[in-house]
């Protein structure tokens, strides 16, 4: 894709951390990933909690440095900036975080929250903000009379549309949505999904949306990144992923999603845990848990690479590509 199309890339990132522990070792939370964030789609990453898609997410925002690789915005690299550079990065791209109450100030009122990025930013006179801090209201959702109210007195829903307000208010390009909908109940998930496809229609906002849920991804997505143990293992146009998953784990995370009457997806139960970021396994990374590894898996880290036009899959069943990667699904008798 011609590069003026792509609004942000990443490149062999690694995010590692230390654990908590002097004995946890390094945490490999993301480890090695590269992808393009095409301007104007919804980009979705899913995968198990601890699969390292919100430590991917903050990586975008800023909030944490990779130790190797990098993540470009529009062309310009983004990571170890300091000073007016870091700060325009950050108004370009925001992030809404999943518990809305453990990310608005408890001790603030909205008109409050609502204010801070402009002070922050140093944006404005006061005139200016107060009618900005209106149209973020009109624009999510909210009446006026919400701007005296602090956190406690709203709704899940309308805290998380406060949260949206607040990312919406530098003009952003791209907008993280790290699980944004997980914690509201199913109806109010639906309303703040239909809200944040208003506003990226109206606004021409691009999304990398995490979640852990699978249908949720693919409600809203144009892409979809199957990620595990922090790797993308699997990347498609959301229809492709759905209808024609390559990877054994994209297939077990599909295969608990509920189907329409009539579609039938057999039941793949993944057994065990997912392993330890601070240990992974060596070879493909997923071939302690997979239902079709063989005994090539255990030695040898499969190539992410493209199987079908935009699809990518890493996954020696795949090695062919000129096979149909579907039929080629027998387990070794050596595991
Ligand atoms: Fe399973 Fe082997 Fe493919 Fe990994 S490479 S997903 S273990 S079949």
Not at 9 to 18: H, I, L, P, Q, S
Not at 196 to 202: D, F, G, H, R
Not at 216 to 227: C, E, F, K, L
Request: hydrophobic residues 35%; contains cysteine; charged residues 25%.
């Amino acid at each position: 894709m011609a590069d003026e199309k792509i609004l942000l890339r990443v490149e062999d990132a690694r995010v590692w951390f230390r654990g908590k522990k002097r004995s946890a070792g390094t945490v490999k939370a993301v480890d090695g990933v590269t992808l393009e964030i095409y301007k104007g789609e919804t980009f979705g990453v899913v995968g198990e909690s601890g699969c390292g898609k919100s430590t991917l997410g903050r990586l975008l925002v800023g909030l944490v440095d990779p130790v190797s690789g990098n993540v470009q915005l529009e062309g310009r690299n983004v990571n170890g900036l300091r000073g007016a550079a870091a700060r325009q990065v950050r108004r370009e791209v925001q992030i809404v975080f999943q518990d809305p109450s453990a990310s608005l100030n408890p001790r603030r009122t909205v008109k409050q929250i609502l204010e801070e990025p402009f002070l922050v930013h140093r944006l404005g006179d006061a005139a200016f903000r107060e009618g900005r801090i209106r149209e973020l209201l009109q624009l999510v959702g909210l009446d006026e009379y919400h701007l005296s109210r602090y956190p406690h007195e709203l709704s899940g829903g309308q805290k998380q549309r406060v949260g949206i307000a607040r990312a919406l208010a530098l003009e952003p390009k791209l907008i993280v949505c790290d699980e944004a909908v997980s914690a509201l109940d199913v109806s109010v998930q639906a309303q703040v999904l239909n809200l944040l496809q208003s506003l990226k229609e109206k606004l021409g906002l691009t999304y990398f949306f995490i979640s852990h849920n699978l249908s949720v991804v693919y409600q809203v997505s144009d892409r979809v990144a199957v990620m595990y143990l922090g790797k993308i293992v699997e990347l498609a146009p959301y229809d492709q992923i759905y209808e024609r998953p390559l990877h054994p784990y994209t297939e077990a995370l599909l295969s608990a999603i509920p189907r329409a009457a009539g579609e039938h997806a057999e039941r793949v139960h993944l057994e065990g845990e997912i392993p330890s970021p601070t240990d992974p396994p060596g070879g493909c990374r997923f071939h302690t848990r997979c239902p079709k590894a063989c005994a090539r898996c255990a030695q040898e880290e499969p190539p992410f690479r493209e199987i079908e036009k935009d699809h990518f899959v890493a996954c020696h069943l795949c090695d062919n590509p000129s096979a149909d990667p579907k039929e080629k699904t027998e387990p070794s008798e050596s595991r």
